[in-house]
C-alpha cells in the first residue's frame, strides 16, 4: 500500500517535470529499485531467519534427546536427573553462536522461566494448545528490530520423558521423585500428559547474524 502510493507520487513528480523527464526517469528507477531491494531483502532475512531457528531448534533437540538416552542407558533415571542438571541449559544455549532456552510456566530450572519478551508468545501458544489449535513457529522483532525471537512449541511426547515429568508415584519412581525435589524444590514440570504444551523454544537470532548467511 505505501510503496503504491509512493509509486504513484512519483510518476506524478516525473509528468510534471517536463524537460527534465529522462533525469526524473532515472532517480525514479533508482528510488524503486533501491525500495524494491530492501522490501525483498526483509521478508527474505526473516525467511532464513525462520529456516535457521528451525534447524537449530531441531538439531538442539536431536542434541538433548541422544544425549538424555545416553544417559539413561549408562546410569538409570537418577543418574539421567543429575546430567540434565549440570548440562541441560549447557548443551543448548550456545549453538552456533544464537542464544537458545527452552522456557515454560509449569517449569523444573526457575531460570526456565520466560521472560517478558517471550511471556506473550507462550500465552499464545498455551491458548492454542487449550483450544486445539495448531501453534506454528513464531519470529517476533525484538532489541529496535536488531534480533530476531524466533519461538516454537514443544508438544509433551510422553514416552521416554514420562519417568521425569509424569504422574509422581505411577510414572516417576520413588527414587527419582527423591532426587528431582533435592535438586528442584520448586519444581513444577511433574503430572504432564503427552500431547500438552510442555513449554516453547526460544531464540535469539540476531539480524545481523543471518544477513551474513545470505
Ligand atoms: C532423567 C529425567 C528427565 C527426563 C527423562 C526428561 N527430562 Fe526434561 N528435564 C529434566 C531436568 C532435570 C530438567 C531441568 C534441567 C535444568 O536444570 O536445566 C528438565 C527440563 C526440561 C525442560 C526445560 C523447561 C523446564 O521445565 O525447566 C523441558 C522443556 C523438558 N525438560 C522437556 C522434556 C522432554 C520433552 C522430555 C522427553 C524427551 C524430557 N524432558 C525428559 C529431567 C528429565
Known amino acids: 500500500m505505501k510503496n503504491r502510493s509512493t509509486f504513484i507520487l512519483l510518476t506524478a513528480l516525473i509528468i510534471s517535470c517536463g524537460p527534465r523527464e529522462r533525469v526524473s526517469k532515472e532517480v525514479f528507477d533508482e528510488v524503486n529499485k533501491n525500495m524494491e531491494v530492501k522490501r525483498l531483502t526483509e521478508s527474505e532475512i526473516i525467511q532464513e531467519a525462520m529456516i535457521w ?9 536431536k542434541k538433548l534427546i541422544s544425549n538424555l538416552q545416553k544417559a539413561i ?23 552456533e553462536g544464537i542464544l537458545i532456552r527452552r522456557v515454560s510456566t509449569k ?9 517478558s519478551q517471550e511471556s ?14 495448531e501453534s506454528e513457529p513464531n519470529i517476533q522483532k525484538i532489541e529496535n528490530g536488531e534480533v530476531y525471537l524466533y519461538t516454537k512449541a514443544i508438544i509433551f511426547p510422553g514416552g521416554i520423558c514420562l519417568n521425569c515429568h509424569g504422574e509422581p508415584g505411577s510414572e516417576i519412581s520413588d527414587p527419582v521423585l527423591k532426587a528431582l525435589d533435592e535438586l528442584y524444590p520448586l519444581d513444577k514440570a511433574k503430572g504432564y500428559k503427552a500431547g500438552e504444551l510442555r513449554g516453547m523454544w526460544s531464540l535469539r537470532i540476531p539480524k545481523k547474524k543471518v544477513v551474513n548467511r545470505l
Request: charged content about 15%.
Open 53 to 61: 531457528g528451525d534447524s537449530i531448534s531441531a538439531s538442539a533437540q
Open 73 to 95: 542407558e549408562e546410569g538409570g533415571i537418577v543418574h539421567a536427573i543429575e546430567f540434565c542438571n549440570e548440562n541441560a541449559n549447557q548443551l543448548t544455549n550456545n549453538l
Open 107 to 115: 517449569n523444573r530450572n526457575p531460570t526456565n522461566f520466560p521472560d
Open 120 to 133: 506473550p508468545i507462550l500465552d499464545a501458544y498455551t491458548y492454542n494448545s487449550e483450544n486445539n489449535l
